[in-house]
């Protein structure tokens, strides 16, 4: 009898124990769920408001919204991507050195970040490319002033073969064919020392890029102001024309995009 309620109680014992472990890990894992949730939740609401101050042209306000999306995921892609760009575009409209430097070296963390993320994103790849070319301009050191130029084509070529559709990494790869042809002539002399082997930029595949990101995104100012010079450096006036009537007529959709189209007013001006 002593035997059998020993049992029954070591029975108890065990059911209340296996109990109370299915109970522990039911609330733990409701409570990660319910945490995950709601961290999602904050990712979306936050996005949305980078994104409507992106809308207003606000872009320090934006930039802060993207940061806080990367503390709360810090491999959301379409965060690091923007936080990439805001910091290059703030950063290329300082006029303090180091302050510009600053902008650029958080755009490369926030990119080198996107394409250890994944290295298979071409926003991660187009990221890098954009990046390296504002380091390419202000750069002081010639060897590594020619790598980010080599560093452009290698990550924008990349970007197109991952998704050919890539409006920006379209404009980049046909940006680094126009700059190619037009940089200085000691640093193309510094790009055959170094790296005699890289393609060499070329006018029609210039405009090709930038004529297929203008398909792709209509809106993109920098792209139409890009393509025109390239148009006017390749002696084809009826096209540069066309491209610069339309560029001043665009909605601005960044901070930069007045003073571009400003910009292609006065080229358009020359013209007429």
């Given at each position: ?22 109970y ?7 409570l990660?769920?319910?945490?995950v ?14 994104s ?23 491999n ?17 409209r300082q ?23 994944d ?8 990221a ?16 590594q002033s ?36 037009t ?13 005699g082997?890289?393609q ?6 210039a405009?090709?890029y ?20 390239a148009y006017?450096?390749?002696n ?15 909605p ?17 001006d020359?013209m007429?």
């Amino acid at each position: 009898m002593f035997l059998q309620e020993n049992s029954i109680k070591n029975f108890q014992v065990n059911n209340f124990n296996l109990f109370m472990k299915r109970y522990i890990i039911t609330t733990i894992s409701f409570l990660l769920c319910t945490c995950v949730f709601a961290n999602a939740q904050d990712v979306n609401i936050l996005l949305k408001e980078a994104s409507n101050f992106e809308k207003q042209l606000k872009e320090p306000e934006a930039l802060e919204k993207y940061k806080q999306v990367i503390a709360i995921d810090p491999n959301n892609m379409t965060a690091l991507v923007k936080c990439t760009e805001l910091n290059c575009s703030i950063g290329a409209r300082q006029t303090d050195k180091n302050t510009k430097m600053n902008f650029y070296n958080e755009a490369q963390t926030c990119a080198q970040k996107a394409l250890a993320a994944d290295s298979n994103s071409a926003d991660a790849n187009y990221a890098m490319a954009l990046v390296a070319g504002k380091m390419a301009e202000t750069e002081q050191e010639k060897k590594q002033s020619v790598e980010y130029v080599r560093q452009i084509k290698i990550y924008a070529d990349k970007a197109l073969a991952i998704n050919p559709n890539h409006a920006k990494a379209n404009y980049v790869e046909g940006k680094w064919h126009f700059e190619m042809i037009t940089l200085p002539v000691f640093k193309k002399a510094a790009v055959r020392t170094l790296y005699g082997g890289m393609q060499k930029g070329n006018i029609d595949s210039a405009i090709f890029y930038m004529e297929k990101c203008r398909t792709l995104d209509q809106y993109f100012v920098r792209n139409y102001l890009d393509l025109a010079k390239a148009y006017q450096y390749n002696n084809q006036p009826t096209n540069t024309l066309e491209v610069l009537n339309k560029l001043v007529k665009l909605p601005n959709r960044s901070a930069d995009d007045a003073a571009l189209k400003q910009e292609g007013q006065k080229l358009l001006d020359k013209m007429m």
